[in-house]
């Protein structure tokens, strides 16, 4: 079945030590987006590729950066990360051809960081 | 200022009973797309339902389906027979065009409990 795979789904990393969250899909879609979604809230989105260009919200701290290799994967980096960082991270792809459609997202199961 | 609204408490459903959820949305756009997610305590984020803004009729999908009153700006999910699987967060988000790109504005969510 095509679909959106996040690993690890749990991830534990100390104060200040450098993570990598990954994203791949099989959908093909050609955007992908990551969310950060801490307790009782909704997703809030940080970043998202469409097709290879990164569009960064205005509001996303420095410390998180992207990369997309490839239409397939996509990393979420956290440079240092603080004890605010501790969230679940949802990965999500669209197809987004322009016209009309639903653009429907279709999320991954997310990853659980835990900062210690 | 807040597109998507849902102000609900967490409710209690009672098992094959029908549910109500509200939600209420701002936009000056005519083209726009509604979705109801639904997120369980795993985390990941599931699509259930969608509504165009030009659709005529109102979307269904099986026991879910969206009463759409576009002049009052409300997209209420309507879960008939519900299930203990339902309980859940149920999230509204609205996609809405910036920069070009579609991106997905979230409300903060229902909180649903099935019980038996």
């Known amino acids: 079945d095509a679909m959106v795979i996040q690993n690890p789904r749990y991830q534990v990393t100390q104060f200040g030590k450098p993570v990598t969250l990954s994203c791949s899909q099989t959908?093909?879609?050609?955007?992908m987006y990551w969310y950060q979604q801490k307790s009782s809230q909704a997703p809030k989105l940080l970043f998202h590729?469409?097709?290879?260009?990164?569009?960064n919200e205005a509001d996303t701290p420095d410390n998180f950066q992207s990369r997309r290799p490839n239409t397939s994967f996509c990393f979420l980096d956290i440079r240092s990360p603080g004890l605010g960082d501790a969230a679940m991270y949802l990965c999500?792809?669209?197809?987004?051809?322009?016209?009309?459609?639903?653009?429907?997202?279709?999320f991954g199961p997310g990853t659980r960081l835990t900062v210690t | 200022a807040q597109k998507i609204t849902q102000t609900q408490p967490g409710m209690f459903v009672q098992e094959k009973e029908a549910v109500t959820l509200d939600c209420t949305y701002d936009?000056?756009?005519?083209?726009?797309?509604l979705f109801w997610y639904k997120q369980p305590s795993s985390g990941e984020m599931i699509f259930l339902i969608y509504?165009?803004?030009?659709?005529?009729q109102n979307a269904t999908e099986g026991r879910y389906s969206l009463n759409f009153q576009k002049a009052r700006k409300s997209a209420n999910l309507v879960i008939s027979a519900s299930q203990l699987g339902d309980s859940a967060m149920y999230f509204c988000?609205?996609?809405?065009?910036?920069?070009?790109?579609?991106?997905?504005?979230f409300g903060k969510g229902n909180q649903v409990v099935v019980i038996p």
């Open positions: 959908l093909n879609h050609n955007v």
């Open positions: 590729y469409y097709d290879k260009d990164f569009n």
């Open positions: 509504q165009g803004s030009y659709d005529q």
């Open positions: 936009t000056s756009d005519p083209s726009y797309g």
């Open positions: 988000a609205m996609r809405e065009v910036l920069y070009g790109n579609n991106r997905l504005a």
């Open positions: 999500a792809t669209s197809r987004d051809l322009g016209g009309q459609g639903s653009y429907e997202q279709y």
